[in-house]
């Protein structure tokens, strides 16, 4: 499943949100929040995986969980139950963190990344 994140490399940034219990307040805030900038994170090229410990679905709505540990094992960190990580274009990390993502210190953090400025310069021509 590692691969599919390796596969978005140069074309998509990619939104980990990674949880040990998808009922908690903070994992359904942070689903609530990208759900309400949908348009955003498309616009940035933004793919989201949700992953818990051994299932994942990629997208922002309940989709059809795909069984695999890969992910949260590759992914998350030790001492969290939730976490959320940014992985740019180049397959690097830009965010991790274990607290609420808002979208304005997400878009604020793509959009100063050369690539971001070179995607909305080419927009412009």
Not at 56 to 72: I, V
């Amino acid at each position: 499943m590692s691969q599919n994140i390796a596969s978005h490399q140069w074309e998509n940034r990619i939104l980990l949100i990674l949880t040990d219990n998808s009922d908690t307040t903070t994992f359904q805030n942070q689903l609530k929040e990208f759900q309400t900038h949908e348009n955003g994170l498309t616009d940035r090229k933004l793919i989201v995986y949700q992953i818990k410990e051994y299932i994942y679905t990629k997208g922002l709505k309940e989709g059809e969980w795909q069984h695999s540990s890969k992910l949260y094992k590759t992914y998350k960190s030790v001492n969290t139950s939730f976490e959320v990580i940014l992985i740019g274009l180049d397959g690097g990390i830009k965010i991790r963190q274990s607290e609420l993502l808002t979208c304005e210190k997400l878009f604020e953090t793509i959009d100063v990344m050369p690539m971001r400025k070179a995607e909305l310069k080419n927009k412009k021509n």
